[in-house]
């Protein structure tokens, strides 16, 4: 049965009013209003898979209605009563019911098949297979064959040859998985063989909220110690809101260490030095700030702030050679942007931006405004972009310097090209539909290894011996 003739179906079983067009106005409205936030093919993007049978807010037709009509505020989710019929809202939930059961049907290109691309060919290969890991959120690697995985709920793992250790490491710091939150990043120093610092990035339980902690630890004999918390917001500026906390961690050749907070879905504290949220943060590896940063002698401004204006930024890269920072941010509906982030900029969110309200109301009426950064690109639609890195290894020399760009609802990984002056000149599509693409980094081999959700797995490209 097609996903058509399953929401007809579907539709005459419920008792629901059914007119010529309303299989055809269902897809539209999801296309519309949802596919940016849950995927076109309702494995989720920058939310939550709709396809799981995992509806965390509700379950049946009356639940479900409610939601989408009312919203769920507190996780960015809009009150689509005043875009949305009832009768429209009744064929939408419908339609989702219906194309989540064809989910099964859906067809994922095989392994050792060879992808051709413009400069290389490859094949890929599953490192971790489904039922080793549950909602993997990043991966980093202590030595060639020694790699640490965060997992979305609250656990660090340690993989050793590609075999994920069964239990976690002990002792990793309190994190409450809520919504988009929960342990994100995994960052080791560049000096670990000297240090054996590990950095993470954690949703952190406060007594008004949630909000996004920067900490760093060892770990010795499978246990998390020595523990050091390098950035902790105010109390004040905890939330309960279930979005945008960011966080990526990377490292420059100066000793800095930076890390990105969203907006948590308040969208104006961005522009609001005095606040956390929407920046990317620069502190050194210690947690002390360094003495150069744009806004220390600014009045009440977080002085780890490097940059603003940046509505959630999920993938931050240092350029190999000139050691410049780059960053992927998720837009609203529209307006992902790739940024090239330098001191003190302002990056516009929300008075400039290429993407509308998930509900299709206009944001602003301005994509560009003087004192303001321009993109080096941006997708619009939002291909949900998380997980970011530069290609420096050896098994594919053609791609030295570019950027490998990860995708969520579109699930995809992308290679971009971009200049010196911050232009985007070239970008090609090298992986797609094989999941929710939650990181893409190169490892110590040089090849390049993708951590997806849905199915949960880490795959790696491998270059081919018949390679332009």
């Not at 965060?150 to 990793?172: A, F, I, N, Y």
């Not at 360094?290 to 959630?312: C, E, L, M, Q, W």
């Not at 999941?435 to 997806?452: K, T």
């Amino acid at each position: 049965m097609t996903a058509r003739l399953a929401f007809l179906a579907a539709t005459f079983a419920a008792g629901l009013p059914l007119t010529p067009s309303i299989a055809q106005t269902a897809a539209e409205i999801y296309a519309v209003n949802c596919a940016s936030c849950h995927g076109a093919d309702l494995r989720g993007g920058g939310a939550s898979s709709l396809a799981d049978g995992d509806w965390q807010y509700g379950v049946g037709h009356d639940q479900v209605f409610r939601r989408i009509k009312f919203g769920i505020e507190e996780m960015g989710m809009p009150n689509y009563q005043p875009l949305l019929s009832d009768a429209q809202v009744n064929s939408l939930v419908t339609f989702i019911y219906a194309a989540e059961a064809q989910q099964g049907n859906a067809k994922r290109r095989p392994e050792g098949k060879d992808f051709k691309t413009q400069l290389h060919n490859f094949r890929m290969e599953t490192v971790v297979a489904e039922g080793s890991l549950n909602n993997p959120w990043a991966i980093d690697w202590v030595s060639p064959t020694h790699a640490l995985i965060t997992e979305k709920g609250g656990t660090l793992r340690m993989m050793v040859d590609g075999k994920v250790s069964p239990e976690p490491v002990q002792g990793t710091p309190p994190t409450r998985e809520h919504g988009q939150g929960g342990l994100m990043e995994v960052a080791v120093d560049p000096d670990y063989t000297t240090t054996g610092w590990v950095y993470l990035a954690h949703t952190h339980p406060g007594q008004s909220g949630l909000q996004t902690r920067i900490v760093r630890g060892k770990i010795k004999d499978n246990k998390w110690i020595d523990e050091q918390v390098l950035f902790q917001a105010k109390p004040e500026h905890y939330s309960n809101a279930g979005v945008h906390f960011g966080c990526r961690i990377v490292f420059d050749k100066k000793g800095h260490l930076f890390f990105a907070i969203g907006d948590r879905g308040n969208q104006n504290q961005a522009q609001d030095l005095t606040r956390p949220n929407g920046k990317v943060h620069r502190i050194n590896r210690d947690g002390s700030i360094p003495k150069d940063n744009p806004f220390v002698s600014t009045a009440n401004a977080y002085p780890s702030i490097f940059s603003y204006g940046n509505r959630n930024a999920q993938g931050l890269a240092i350029h190999p050679e000139t050691d410049e920072l780059w960053a992927t941010e998720h837009g609203p509906m529209g307006g992902d942007e790739l940024n090239w982030i330098r001191a003190g900029k302002n990056y516009g969110w929300p008075v400039i931006t290429y993407g509308k309200n998930y509900n299709g109301t206009i944001i602003s009426n301005l994509t560009e405004k003087e004192g303001m950064e321009q993109p080096a690109t941006q997708w619009t639609p939002s291909l949900a972009v998380c997980g970011l890195d530069f290609y420096a290894g050896d098994k594919f020399p053609k791609w030295k310097n570019n950027l490998l760009v990860g995708a969520l609802a579109f699930q995809e990984v992308r290679r971009v090209e971009v200049t010196a002056d911050g232009k985007m000149v070239n970008q090609e599509l090298l992986l797609k539909n094989q999941g929710r693409v939650r990181d893409v980094g190169v490892g110590p081999d040089g090849l390049v290894y993708v951590v997806l959700n849905g199915p949960d797995k880490i795959v790696r490209l491998v270059p081919e011996s018949s390679s332009n």
